[in-house]
């Protein structure tokens, strides 16, 4: 009996010293969380080398490279992720911020439709994908994305500020003065400042 428990330690000492790709993974996620960003690269390196094919490693290096703006390698990253799991909706996002950070907006805009095609409640993706349309002056289709993230998610502040502010920006004052208002309602006290401005003078 004490030659079996003997052997049981063993195994058991030997499992935590060596541990596995996906407990490197959840060991690095741990350290990113805790903002040893060093550290969970570490980890994700080793989790990578005992499992090339390890999706979510790719994935969570990808995000932690963003932290030492590291676009480049990130893309590449993401790239790997999606490449083993065509289907990995977060990282067609991640991928698509990249391309935001880059100035590709055509091409963020692309993979945050993605996002949207694989996860229809990603939220996130359909916020940033406004964005990018804003910034390449396709005010309809993004007022389109700010609509769609109000329908799933009526107290968004952000959606109905950004609505607002480029229904403003179109001449539909009325309109967005009316989205600010709401955006100010859920907190957005940033929205009171535009209402000040903008929204206040044209009722005198």
Known sequence: MTNVLLVLAIVSQSAFANPNSDELVNKGRQLFEEGLYKEAIMAFNQAIELNPSNTQAYYLRGRTKIVFEDYH??????NTAIESNPTFAEAYYERGNVKFSLQD???????????VRLNKNLVQAYYQRGQARRELQAYEDAINDFTKIIELNPKNPDAYYLRGVIRIERGLQQEGCLDLSKAGELGDLKAYEIIRQVCNKSLK
């Open 105 to 115: 907006y055509f091409g963020a805009i692309e993979d945050y439709g993605e996002a």
């Open 73 to 78: 390698g990130a893309m590449k990253d993401y």
